[in-house]
């Protein structure tokens, strides 16, 4: 084994200590060791399952994302396998996101609304596009 830790006995006069004396303190410092030991190790244990825990919490977070994303892709293949059009697309992301879409052409010019606040949204764009097409 490795040592760990001391056991001091002393007694204020001189004198030789009995077998059965160093016997009872050996078998206490074995104790005490096998006790100091077990604390490391659980200490240890508690670390790693800790860590695990965080390490099992990202994994399933990835794998909800990854899901997600597969969802996504479905539902946006079978759009355009059907010949679904841009209104399509967007109520597909709204349903996947939440929230509310506007899909613009590049004169800014509304192709398509999703979500319950879409209107709120086109009127926002209206007010922030300015005469000559730039965005406020």
Do not use: C, W, Y
């Not at 969802?71 to 992301?93: F, K, M, N, P």
């Not at 398509?112 to 000559?132: R, Y």
């Amino acid at each position: 084994g490795h040592v760990i830790g001391v056991l001091f006995a002393a007694e204020r006069r001189r004198r030789v200590f009995a077998a059965e004396e160093v016997a009872l303190m050996s078998s206490l410092a074995t104790h005490a060791a096998l006790a100091i030991e077990k604390t490391r190790l659980l200490q240890e244990a508690t670390g790693a399952l800790i860590e695990l825990a965080e390490a099992n919490e990202i994994i399933r977070a990835h794998s909800q994302s990854v899901e997600r994303a597969a969802e996504a892709h479905e539902r946006l293949t079978e759009i355009a396998l059907h010949g679904g059009g841009i209104s399509d697309v967007a109520e597909s992301v709204v349903a996947l996101m939440g929230g509310s879409l506007l899909v613009v052409d590049a004169q800014g010019r509304p192709l398509a609304t999703a979500g319950a606040k879409a209107g709120t949204v086109t009127s926002a764009l209206g007010a922030a596009i300015a005469p000559a097409g730039t965005v406020r």
